[in-house]
């Protein structure tokens, strides 16, 4: 439970410290056009097919809301302290921000406060990394209030490789 609560408090404090942008955040992201396809690409080495993810409001309340697309499927239903492979094994997935759930875009082309970042949180550990994407773009595409789902596109390139392409449908996380 403290390995979990570690773990929560850094992505809380990763989140906190990025923001998003609808003005592109200074440039256009260099990246490939979204594919209309399942989010899919490569995490650290391995070709992934993402089975979705999810969206919870980040802390605060104020500070719109912080995206997961999922790079395995979850084997418990905690949206919040999700597990995968029985706990065993690494805990990855792409995370981001967004202002909030309207129809919009963004660019992120650094690695700075507007980043997409492909996270691996360690298996038996609290130790948490992060490969920030060099360019990205998120579009979102649909909210839908009733069935409480995000739909949207994704583009991203990692610093060391990693990287995703395709559509994704997130469901609402409740903490």
Same mark, same amino acid.
């Given at each position: ?131 920030? +994407?060099?360019?990205? *773009?998120? #579009? %979102? $595409? &649909?909210?839908?209030?009733? +069935?409480?789902?995000? *739909?949207? #596109? %994704? $583009? &991203? ?9 395709? #559509? ?8």
């Amino acid at each position: 439970m403290l390995k979990k609560l570690f773990s929560l408090v850094f992505v809380v404090a990763l989140f906190i410290s990025c923001s998003s942008s609808d003005d592109g955040g200074g440039g256009e992201s260099n990246c490939a056009d979204p594919l209309n396809q399942t989010a899919q690409g490569n995490f650290r080495g391995d070709n992934f097919v993402s089975p979705g993810g999810t969206f919870i409001l980040a802390p605060g309340g104020n500070n719109g809301y912080s995206c997961t697309i999922y790079v395995e499927n979850r084997t418990n239903n905690d949206c919040v302290f999700p597990e995968f492979g029985n706990g065993l094994g690494d805990q990855d997935s792409i995370k981001f921000l967004i202002d909030d759930l309207s129809l919009s875009s963004y660019n992120y082309t650094d690695t700075g406060g507007s980043a997409i970042n492909f996270n691996r949180i360690e298996a038996n550990s609290v130790t948490t990394t992060a490969e920030f +994407a060099t360019c990205g *773009t998120v #579009t %979102i $595409t &649909a909210y839908d209030a009733n +069935a409480e789902t995000l *739909t949207g #596109t %994704i $583009t &991203a390139n990692g610093q060391d490789g990693s990287q995703i392409n395709g #559509t994704f449908v997130l469901d609402l996380c409740v903490f």
